[in-house]
């Protein structure tokens, strides 16, 4: 077998530590130890300090433990610091990007949609033709056309290596090797290999290489378990079918804690092979089960802070860690840009200058300026919004609660330096001080003191942009833009993870637990369709060579053998061994799951797991829970109230939206939008009419003004009115939107005069008029749209609506609009002479009036009000104004004195649109109704 591990001279495991401990005393014989991945290292490592703690030991050598790829890396950096003249190492990043390079550079790359995947694929492919020698392989098995054009691209690459003098990764055992044939390189007196399940073509050779050169090459055994454990224990693994994935984690978590907590020195593992898509549900379950105590997860002051007992060992992408993102968010903003969301948490953050004391002002500023921001923000525009609200904040006292000085200073520093200072070519190296002279100037990484796992991302970030720095190796110079792509692409597969203290609980994935041994072992998520592993061969390679070079993920057949390889060393890496997998995928129609067929010959198992509470639940056992429907709230103590007419019908749609808006002062945040919404075109309606009713004053003059001068006073107003709402939404309205809104909005003005042209004679007496309302003891502000004089002298008031509105809706005792109804009853000046009401609905295909007048006649087409089927009941005007003045002073009165019943008029159409309900829990309410109306049944 060519990677066949067992030629190499045997050791049992319980023979290593005394080994090592030998080439202590011995100077002139010093012992490695290698393993294959960084974490068996830290575990061998600390094994052996405890070793030498129970030998009654105070001090010792640190054992020279580490991967294997780190041993080729100090031993090339050995000899690159004796002078020898050896090509320079590149990092994985720069072969990565060189390779990327390449593949754009060449004729079929530029009909590739994802180069950096390509890439990717094809680098792996580079490393797999290295590891796994099959150089001589290829070139006889008559290769396709992936693997030709991957060839060619192989063939540049090396050219550009040998041209500047570099040399891969992939190839440094190579070197290594050549360089103990050929140089008097320093190498220990034993090396040791531990951990490896298999090793490479590669590997081989380079070990046959170093032992030829003096240096003996032990091959260490995995540790027997019948060594201080249970050998019958051990012998019988049990298998558990679980109802779906997080039932499986749940009882994972249940089944370590219990472990634990019966032996707080155990080691308990728990191996989680897709454990990339279940991080998070992991890392959730796992926190309540083993830290049910909700204070637990509160934010809490670092002194405080307490380590969860265990430890998922695949890190996060370094762009996934707050501290990262606002730094990648800042470069992101001065490069192209934010959706506003994204630009809303950014100055949020803490990391930025500012942040900790201006926390609250921030986001009282991010929400004000909602409204007026587009979706999309660049730093040009951000800056003017901030100033333009912090100039407010400066002049109204009601929004000095939202003034920011240090962010607008920052922002405006951030910005001038972008205009003036910023190359937009440059070397990489030249970009790496840019950046963290732009993070410099935003305050990065913020005024408070970093806690421990802030400090280390803060640490590697930093080490991430030295290793962007360091891109000039391979490419020279490049873009502004594409060097911050290049510096987030970098971070995100950059995986990193915070060091923590030692932990008993350990949460693995499965190329993390090879070679390890625990007391406890879990291995979940081994259904037919997670377990054995799918293989994943390599396109630019021929299949067939894959297959037979006999590399792991190759071929089905080698994946097959490796996942029963990796099952047969979970069953004798533990005393305990528990074997899961779900019965049911996710989702509604999931369907029903089998075994993986590696672990249904073991018998299933019979789990006792323990229930442990969580705080909440032994607050709720212990308390004695009592009912109490309180609908009412202190009343209103002041007669003024802000919000206008809208606070009577909110109340009359619901009195808990009512409490909570306007006495609260709850409000959902406006989502940014693109040019203008319904609500800012209805205001803009609203004031070019009201502009040009200024002018004309009576239809009189409509009817008689010559239709270009009527065109000219249309679009003056029209501009006048696009005019003001472009002060508060300056980045709204283009100028090529704002032409096509003035041409829309004087279409739309011209087709409604000639609805008022059918009208009799009058006069606009008001228009956007304020009046203090008094409903009993209640004041609002409103203002009427329109005030009009009929020619019998009497008063219209008119409503303008962008939509159709039926009278039903100013009728009964909780009016769907009552702002018509409530100006016509509460305002002396009117009320005595008021003619009727009517809503102008003012939309193309939907032009009229829908209206309750005293009178026919009034209005075009419109009846009285005792001659509609909504009013017939009324026998007079006056009746009905009575009625409509006590049932707005009865809402006014609910409202006055507290009442905020959640009791929607029409559930659930009321409910629809309102944003009140994760507050108001409305559902839940209608829940225990059910559940008591049930018991009552019952």
Not at 94 to 101: D, F, G, K, P, V
Not at 517 to 529: A, I, K, R, T, Y
Request: charged share 20%; aromatic share 8%.
């Amino acid at each position: 077998m060519p990677h066949d591990k067992n030629q190499f001279q045997q050791l049992p495991f319980s023979k290593l530590f005394k080994r090592l401990d030998a080439s202590e005393s011995a100077a002139t014989n010093t012992a490695t130890v290698v393993t294959p991945s960084r974490r068996l290292a830290r575990a061998l490592k600390d094994s052996f300090n405890q070793y030498q703690t129970d030998q009654q030991k105070e001090v010792w050598h640190t054992a020279d433990i580490l991967p294997f790829t780190s041993f080729l890396e100090r031993t090339y950096l050995e000899a690159l610091y004796s002078s020898l003249e050896i090509p320079l190492l590149l990092t994985s990043t720069q072969a990565h990007l060189l390779w990327q390079e390449i593949i754009r550079s060449s004729e079929v790359g530029k009909g590739l949609l994802n180069i950096t995947q390509t890439a990717r694929l094809a680098y792996e492919a580079w490393q797999l033709l290295h590891a796994w020698q099959l150089s001589s392989e290829i070139k006889n098995a008559f290769p396709d056309k992936d693997c030709s054009v991957f060839l060619a691209w192989a063939d540049s690459y090396k050219a550009f290596l040998a041209k500047n003098h570099q040399m891969d990764p992939a190839c440094l055992a190579d070197i290594i090797a050549d360089l103990y044939d050929k140089t008097p390189i320093k190498k220990p007196g034993f090396l040791y290999c531990y951990g490896f399940e298999i090793l490479t073509p590669q590997q081989i050779t380079f070990l046959h290489r170093l032992q030829a050169s003096g240096c003996e090459v032990i091959s260490v055994q995995s540790p027997a378990i019948s060594q201080g454990r249970s050998s019958e224990a051990a012998c019988k693994p049990s298998r558990l079918g679980c109802v779906d994935r997080f039932e499986e984690i749940f009882r994972a978590a249940l089944w370590a804690r219990s472990r634990l907590e019966a032996h707080p020195t155990a080691s308990i593992a728990v191996v989680v092979p897709a454990l990339v898509k279940n991080r998070n549900a992991v890392r959730r379950i796992f926190g309540e089960v083993m830290q049910p105590d909700v204070h637990a997860a509160l934010p809490q002051v670092q002194s405080s802070q307490q380590h969860r007992p265990f430890n998922i060992s695949l890190g996060l992408p370094l762009s996934a860690y707050p501290l990262v993102d606002t730094a990648l968010s800042v470069l992101e903003l001065i490069t192209q840009g934010l959706t506003y969301n994204h630009a809303g948490d950014l100055l949020r953050s803490p990391f930025l200058g500012g942040g900790e004391s201006e926390m609250i002002q921030r986001a009282l500023l991010v929400m004000r300026m909602r409204p007026n921001t587009p979706p999309f923000v660049t730093l040009a525009q951000l800056v003017t919004l901030v100033h333009q609200f912090n100039r407010e904040g400066n002049h109204n006292n009601e929004s000095r609660e939202i003034r920011s000085p240090v962010l607008a200073n920052n922002l405006s520093a951030l910005l001038s330096c972008c205009q003036h200072d910023f190359p937009r070519h440059s070397h990489h190296a030249v970009y790496a001080q840019h950046f963290s002279h732009v993070l410099q100037i935003i305050g990065f990484p913020g005024e408070r003191t970093l806690d421990s796992t802030e400090y280390q991302t803060l640490k590697k970030w930093h080490e991430v942009v030295a290793d962007f720095a360091a891109l000039d190796c391979v490419i020279a110079t490049t873009h502004f833009a594409d060097a911050v792509s290049r510096l987030k692409y970098m971070a995100a597969s950059t995986l990193f993870q915070p060091e923590t203290p030692r932990v008993p609980i350990q949460v693995l994935d499965v190329k993390e637990a090879a070679g390890m041994v625990f007391d406890h072992l879990w291995v979940m998520g081994l259904s037919d369709e997670q377990w054995p592993i799918q293989p994943r061969p390599n396109p630019f390679l021929p299949y067939g060579v894959q297959k037979n070079a006999r590399i792991p993920m190759g071929s089905i057949t080698e994946a097959f053998k490796h996942s029963r390889q990796l099952t047969d060393g979970w069953l004798s890496s533990a005393n305990e061994v528990v074997l899961s997998y779900p019965r049911f995928g996710d989702g509604p129609d999931a369907q029903e799951i089998m075994p993986s067929p590696m672990i249904r010959a073991i018998p299933d198992g019979a789990f006792d797991l323990p229930q442990f509470k969580k705080h909440s639940d032994l607050i709720v056992e212990a308390a004695c829970l009592e009912r109490i429907m309180d609908n009412h709230v202190t009343p209103v103590t002041e007669q003024a109230v802000t919000g206008g007419v809208a606070v009577i019908k909110d109340y009359a749609a619901c009195p808990f939206l009512a409490w909570a808006r306007h006495r609260m002062k709850v409000k959902d945040k406006e989502e940014p939008h693109t040019g203008l919404n319904a609500a800012e075109r209805g205001k803009l309606m609203h004031r070019a009419l009201c502009l040009i009713w200024r002018q004309l004053k009576t239809k009189d003059a409509l009817d008689t003004m010559p239709r270009v001068e009527v065109e000219e006073i249309l679009t003056s107003a029209v501009d006048q009115a696009i005019s003001e709402i472009k002060g508060s939404r300056s980045f709204a309205l283009s100028e090529r939107f704002a032409a096509i809104e003035h041409r829309r909005l004087k279409h739309l003005m011209l087709a409604w005069f000639d609805e008022e042209k059918k009208r009799d004679n009058f006069s606009v007496i008001a228009t956007e008029e304020s009046h203090t309302i008094q409903i009993g003891e209640l004041k609002l502000q409103g203002r009427l749209d329109r005030l009009d004089r009929l020619q019998n002298g009497q008063l219209l008031i008119i409503d303008y609506k962008t939509r159709k509105f039926k009278i039903e809706t100013m009728l009964g005792e909780r009016p769907d609009e009552p702002q018509l109804p409530l100006y016509l009853v509460m305002i002396e000046s009117i009320a005595l002479n008021a003619a009727g009401i009517a809503f102008a609905s003012i939309k193309k295909g939907q032009m009229g009036f829908s209206a309750i007048l005293s009178e026919p006649n009034i209005l075009p087409g419109e009846r009285a009000f005792n001659q509609t089927k909504s009013c017939t009941h009324f026998q007079t005007w006056k009746e009905l104004v009575a009625t409509w003045k006590q049932d707005l002073t009865q809402l006014a009165s609910g409202f006055l004195s507290g009442d905020s019943s959640v009791l929607p008029k029409h559930y659930p159409l009321t409910c629809q649109y309102c944003e009140m309900q994760s507050f108001c829990r409305i559902h839940e309410r209608l829940r225990y109704v059910t559940e008591d109306q049930d018991i009552e049944n019952d």
